[in-house]
């Protein structure tokens, strides 16, 4: 092949040119150019150059221009190219972590930029600086002091659309999940059995009996109401429902529940009973607050408290699928449904001693719709928590009583995630984006329940797919790299949608 044809069948590019020198110029600043000779009419020399600039000033002259007093750092950065920040950076002048600070609003993607950079030729592979990873066009502001913190980019995520499946009498395009067996029927019709975020912290006493006495004052009217009103005086939302107290030698565990508005509500919650435990310390001044969550919550981790008592939104999802749908959408018989989810999801978790995972994949849709909504995915512990129960009805028993029983679903559409762009666009698109104008709570609470909707659609798909002996086609035909293993695009069965791909 010609050089020439070589030229154009490349895909060097003049960015990729640009970075190897600025590579060079950092690892070698003794090779670099000195700085261009300034316009004779300039009164800061040092500061003509442009933010590109190929030649990069000394250590010196960048500090100088840094440190200029007479103006602030934001716009001394401005005349400073990124490899002479750089430099301040590794100098210890700047620190990595505050660099959207320094810069200012109008400049976060250039200090991710920085950052991208510092990290990249500061580690053992120093691939992020030029990696995959996107990090432009991307509101930065929504990020700053709320979801993430060191940011080098963002990671985008498919995002499919099923449904729509209809819940309560409404119709929502779910983001995943298979409905039209369940619609057949009717739809999917919800109860919020509960509504309450946990705090449980642990608290030192000097012997058993002085936590004993703390134990008895908060059982108490007089001790449950002091506390009631120093936790609701910290947010208008927060509204103390109940004190669950235990204790384990001389440590006492206290469990505030509370609703929380359309918001998650944990750091609404942590202020509450930070505030409680204030006006605690007040009638007991030899207590230790050893930590504000005590793992007596429980957050984030497998619990029986959780699972009986529940924590955040509980839901019990059920709806009637007629028996001519079961056999020719589902492919199987209600017989045999019901009888592989008494042995896999009921007995076969059982004999494994699960907590709260009587079911086949409730983590799947849950975890899906939670990156899609702005949620914490690391709640998925707790929050995928299900029993999922079959059972034959109608007359004479042709039909199935389908259900999924959520006590822990951890949601909010306000704060957190919910605040990114794209996670906004899913919750409107489901029509719950927000705190709710004229009742609290009831945005996060619908949220709460489509999740669990969808979650009883999964369970139905997974399950018929079983029970058809469909699950293995499936995933030959949906769950593997197409570049490798083409493979048809229909499933063999149409009950057997993947619900819980992403």
């Given amino acids: 092949m010609s050089s020439i044809a070589q030229l154009h069948t490349s895909t060097f590019s003049i960015q990729d040119l640009e970075l190897k020198l600025k590579q ?88 991710v930029r920085i950052r991208r950079a510092l990290i990249s030729r500061g580690s053992s592979t120093g691939t992020l600086e030029s990696s995959s990873i996107p990090f432009e066009n991307y509101d930065y502001s929504r990020v700053l002091g709320a979801c993430c913190e060191n940011v080098v980019g963002y990671i985008p995520i498919p995002l499919g659309v ?17 409905a039209e067996a369940l619609n057949a029927g009717g739809g999917v019709t919800t109860v919020l059995v509960g509504d309450g975020m946990t705090r449980g912290p642990a608290i030192d006493f000097p012997s058993a009996i002085r936590a004993g006495k703390a134990k008895a004052w908060i059982d108490s009217d007089e001790g449950h109401e002091i506390l009631r009103e120093a936790f609701e005086s910290t947010s208008r939302f927060a509204k103390l ?26 750091n609404m919650i942590s202020k509450g009973t930070e505030r409680a435990l204030e006006a605690m310390q007040k009638r007991f001044p030899e207590m230790v ?29 059920e709806a009637v699928v007629p028996g001519h749908v079961v056999k020719t ?23 494994a001693g699960s907590i709260g995972g009587f079911n086949a994949h409730a983590a799947n849709i849950l975890t899906a719709i939670f990156l899609a909504t702005g949620q914490d995915p690391a709640q998925n512990v707790e929050s995928s ?45 489901l029509g719950v984006r927000g705190a709710h104008p004229q009742q609290p709570g009831q945005n996060a ?58």
Avoid at 241 to 259: D, E, M, N, P, W
Avoid at 385 to 404: A, F, H, I, Q
Avoid at 485 to 498: D, E, F, I, K
Wanted: aromatic share 4%; glycine share 8%.
């Fill in 445 to 502: 609470q619908t949220l709460a329940r489509i999740i669990a909707s969808a979650v009883l659609a999964g369970e139905l798909s997974l399950l018929s797919a079983l029970a058809a002996g469909h699950l293995i086609k499936a995933h030959m035909a949906h769950n593997r790299s197409q570049a490798n293993t083409p493979a048809a695009s229909v499933p063999a069965t149409p009950g057997a949608g993947l619900a819980y791909r992403v």
């Fill in 241 to 266: 429902k109940s004190l669950k107290t235990a204790i384990a030698g001389r440590t006492l565990y206290v469990r505030f529940a509370t609703t929380t508005g359309d918001a998650m509500g944990m």
């Fill in 24 to 111: 060079v110029r950092l690892a070698h600043p003794e090779q670099s150019l000195p700085s261009p000779p300034s316009d004779s009419g300039s009164s800061s020399p040092q500061e003509c150059q442009p933010e590109e600039s190929y030649f990069l000033r000394s250590l010196k002259e960048c500090l100088t221009i840094y440190e200029e007093p007479s103006r602030p750092r934001s716009e001394s950065l401005l005349l400073l190219s990124d490899e002479e920040v750089i430099m301040l950076a590794n100098n210890g002048n700047i620190a990595t972590y505050a660099l959207e600070k320094l810069f200012g609003m109008d400049q976060l993607e250039r200090a």
């Fill in 162 to 178: 099923a449904g729509p499946l209809t819940v309560d009498g409404k119709q929502y395009p779910i983001p995943m999940a298979t």
């Fill in 329 to 351: 959408v589902l492919k199987t018989t209600v017989k045999d449904l019901c009888n592989l989810n008494v042995k896999k999801n009921l007995m076969g978790s059982a004999m």
């Fill in 289 to 317: 607050v050893l930590a504000l969550s005590g793992n007596y919550c429980t957050d984030k981790k497998p619990a029986a408290i959780n699972w009986i008592e529940g924590r955040g939104k509980s839901v019990v999802a």
């Fill in 385 to 429: 928590m299900c029993m999922t129960l079959m059972e034959p009805t109608g007359p004479d028993g042709e039909d199935l009583l389908v259900s999924v029983t959520m006590p822990c679903i951890e949601v909010g559409t306000v704060g957190g995630g919910t605040v990114l762009a794209p996670q906004q666009g899913v919750l409107d698109m």
